[in-house]
């Protein structure tokens, strides 16, 4: 398996709280990904990063922020977290479409906000 | 929107048939790729066919890759009670790489 960890796992936390997800790899590829899974609607692209303190927002980016400080880690931060933001949200890694490479896949951080 | 969307959303077959899923996108791609989801675990990669190719093979797996009408299709050969997943395809226009909506396969035994 690729060297994806994603933390935490499983987290429960309040309205309107911030919350940190962190992704990290050991394979020091070039992109890395943040995605949320919501049922019906597949997943959907938070924020991307290509390349350490360079990110963009993804589709849905509203209310999510992201830091990469070094290759191996990806922050995605929930500035005050809301029920409309529970979800599994996956991390990825790649080194890209250019070298017409796979992406790898964290095991998931399922959120719940009560 | 997002750029890749699967059809159909949900797929019952029995076992030993063929799973045919179509994957359409919206823009220029590097490459497009099809990935695996069991229920409640991360994506698996299955194959990648790049923006010049135009069908590619692995084990049961075909895909094609039409660029002028910007579409794609996964084709389960022989498909088995194990194919039971989630297939979403990716289209990767680097740095972005974007899934759709998935399709649901379920094979009978």
């Known amino acids: 398996d690729a060297g994806i960890t994603q933390s935490p796992r499983h987290k429960v936390t309040e309205t309107g709280t911030p919350v940190t997800l962190r992704c990290h790899q050991t394979?020091?590829?070039?992109?890395m990904y943040w995605y949320r899974q919501d049922p019906g609607h597949g997943l959907r692209l938070i924020h991307y990063?290509?390349?350490?303190?360079?990110?963009d927002k993804g589709e849905v980016s509203d209310g999510y922020s992201v830091s990469r400080s070094k290759t191996e880690d990806f922050l995605l931060t929930l500035e005050s977290a809301t029920s409309s933001q529970t979800s599994v949200y996956f991390c990825?890694?790649?080194?890209?479409?250019?070298?017409?490479?796979?992406?790898?896949f964290g095991q998931g951080t399922r959120l719940t906000v009560v | 929107s997002q750029q890749g969307e699967e059809d159909p959303q949900a797929l019952s077959i029995q076992e030993g048939e063929n799973a045919t899923m179509n994957c359409s996108y919206k823009?220029?791609?590097?490459?497009l790729q099809w990935y695996r989801q069991n229920s409640g675990r991360g994506l698996v990669h299955l194959i990648l066919?790049?923006?010049?190719?135009r069908e590619k093979h692995s084990g049961r797996l075909r895909v094609t890759l039409d660029t002028s009408k910007k579409s794609s299709s996964l084709l389960i050969t022989a498909s088995r009670a194990a194919d039971t997943a989630s297939y979403f395809c990716?289209?990767?226009?680097?740095?972005?790489?974007?899934f759709g909506a998935g399709t649901i396969l379920r094979v009978k035994s």
């Open positions: 990825a890694i790649s080194d890209g479409g250019l070298m017409n490479t796979e992406a790898f």
């Open positions: 394979e020091n590829h070039r992109y």
């Open positions: 990063s290509y390349g350490v303190k360079d990110t």
């Open positions: 823009t220029s791609i590097n490459n």
């Open positions: 066919i790049r923006s010049n190719e």
């Open positions: 990716a289209t990767d226009a680097t740095p972005k790489l974007v």
